[in-house]
């Protein structure tokens, strides 16, 4: 019955939601703990409590297994205290020690025959998560399947719940209703830090009296015990927390003046803010046409009702200048990122809670950010594969973010160059607005794209990457004075390992997979599993002495840029390059200042980036990512041409783009070149409609892992078997494709099985996989696990 658990769509409110119950929550495969009437099944010792009529309970949730939700009874002292949101100690099977849990609601029970234990302690002095904030995390936990514990982990930072960066502090202040009299009768010591603390008007801690008092600590540990000096614990900041200076990257700060199209945008996202309704806008504005402009004066319509706002981005994107754009306008910006310590994360969060942020700005994880007047979200570049996250739980912020935003009765606004399919989708059914900005600012043209076939030698010249029009290309931007940008979407030097002599190529005993080959320091990594071995000089199989560098990366890509252009400076921009912290910001303001001529890298140097001077951008190898074993493939293939040829033509002195492909013919390739969105969509949806792929439909993928590959795929014939009954038993039509060999068989040691399933409501895989699944486990001596990923987009 499928009613009985309605998934919110996108446009509902996730306040539709059912009750919360114990079945919603599947244990995870690696569960071998008992189950809640297991634990709860022996005779109970005689300290616990029969409950009558009226009493407090609380649910809680577990991140460990098992995961809950148990309820619990509220003991009196405890019934002020305790509010949703809160971590607790609760007993929990034998355990000795209670354990910690999240407190997810409260109730008044009516099961007067159960039997229950009391809540054991209360960890926080305030809810962690607001009300808001805990429905999210079980909309979260119930949507991907995951346990609410979890998911409550994810939203609030380790920083948070281990207090980084803080320490107790004990204060004292004199007991109330202290005379004179009293204090004339002690010891000479005691009365000096008597007189002197009632002289303050604040509590001091005994370091600061026994300076003052010129005593040591010994008569303040008796006023103490005489309850003379009443101690008050607070928790502070340990440490001055080095809050990294903040600074842009040299782009000069202008506000400007928008455009009609800007001013359009502008007035139909402040719209949406003041009616006070849930609403997704999808702005569409090509490469170039001011979205982050828009963004800002939105949100500055927010700030100017007291409101506040998130903006994503995707990691790559949040540059110095990102940042500083922000920076430049609003006061109070929290820009949350991956390299900030645990104590830095813990003071951002604690000031966001207070509601001294305007803006925060950061990757996927900041959609979780506890402002207590959010007004509106933003997600740039929402098509970006990072803001679907791929660990546990599998969330994908767009869907987050949307759920938040219905609940909270605010605007959520997608900006692209190139929306997802699944944007675009909800624009055309009514699930979302669609806002476009269809014109450069400044009346700037889009750039003139080239396709270089391949395919033609004359073209492809002599070997080597770049083809002979690329070659002349940055010849005359070099001697414009102009810079330039090459993608190349593969880090390393050289892809494959191969002996020319018997064919053996190097790969990963781990994976399986080829090993790429990195210049510096001679080394063959495994991309998947981080397997380093010195690059072999002979063939491992046949001892042959001339094996053979094959494919490309950027290192080799980098070389010969390097031999062709002697006289330019030329930078790479890769996440080799990239590991030191701050080298991104440096390469980038490098560039900016007109110190580099020719940025060459993978993704990277693709999202985001407003240099004017750039005027050709060169995709080595368009055809990278088009022949991926993925229905996004031509959607991704798309993106990434769209958005690095956007990178030029961006200040007056115009700009082209130059795209090499073995197949120049595709329709993605032809359409990016055309800077035609919409009839890359047209195209598109008419492949996805023939399997009912997504936006159409809906996809969950399971993946099995295990260390004997004839194991793991016995679990995956098994938990198809399921599937298929429950689908049967739910009269859903439910595609269940599989258990296969991913694309990627083997990582770090583990053989792996994935299946995938597929409807044309989300509701109904989901139910599918949560039926099939319920207690479903794998006897744990075998370690294979298995995984849900909900609406994946990996499917390597
Ligand atoms: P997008 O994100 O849409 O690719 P950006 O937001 O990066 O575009 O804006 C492109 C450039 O145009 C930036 O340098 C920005 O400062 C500038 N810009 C934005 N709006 C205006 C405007 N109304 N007039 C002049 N310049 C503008
Ligand atoms: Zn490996």
Known sequence: MLSESPMPKLGESILSLPPFTAASVTADSSSSEPTQSELFETEPPPWELTVGEDVQLASIVFSRSPHGPYDYRIPDDLLEVLRPGMRVGVPLGHRKKPTPGWCVSIKTGNASHQKLRDVAEVIDDEPLCDAALVRLVMFIAHYYQVPAGQVFDTLIPASVRDNAGTRKTTYFRPAKGLDEEQIAKLPSKQQSVMRFLVGQDRPMTAAELAIMAECTEDPIRRLRKKELLVPEVRRELSQNIRIRAQHNDGERKQSHELTVQQENAL????????????????LHGVTGSGKTEVYIQAIEHVVKQAGSAIVLVPEISLTPQTRGRFE????????????????ERHFHWQRIRRGEVQVVIGPRSAVFAPLPNLGLIVIDEEHDTSFKQDKQPRYHARKVAHARAMALGIPLVLGSATPSLEA????????????????????RPMPDVQLVDLRIKEDRGKGGAISRPLHAAVLETLKEKGQAILLLNRRGYATTIQCPACGTVCACPDCDLPLTHHRDGGKAMCHYCDYTIPTPPWCPACRFDGIRYGGLGTQKLEMEAKARFPDARIARMDSDTMKRAGSHQRVLSEFRAGEIDVLLGTQMIAKGLDFPNVLLVGVINADSALHFPDFRAAERTFQLVTQVAGRTG??????????????????????????????????????????NYPPLGSVARIIIRGPLEDKTEAVADAIVDRLEKARDLLKSEVRILGPAPPPIVKISGKYRFHLLLQATEAAVVGEVVRRGLADFKVDPKEEIEYLVDIDPVNLM
């Open 650 to 691: 961006r200040g007056n002195r115009g700009g082209r783009v130059i795209v090499q492909t073995f197949t120049p013919e595709h329709p993605a390739i032809q359409a990016a070149a055309r800077h035609d969105y919409l009839k890359f969509v047209e195209d598109e949806m008419v492949n996805r409609k023939k399997f």
């Open 267 to 282: 007035s139909r996202i402040n719209a949406a803010v003041d009616s006070g309704r849930g609403r997704t806008l999808l």
């Open 424 to 443: 675009w989708h909800a624009t055309q059914t009514g699930h979302a607005e669609l806002v476009t900005m269809s014109e450069r600012v400044g009346n």
């Open 328 to 343: 430049d306008r609003f006061e109070n910006v929290a820009v949350l990122h991956s390299q900030m310590s645990a104590a």
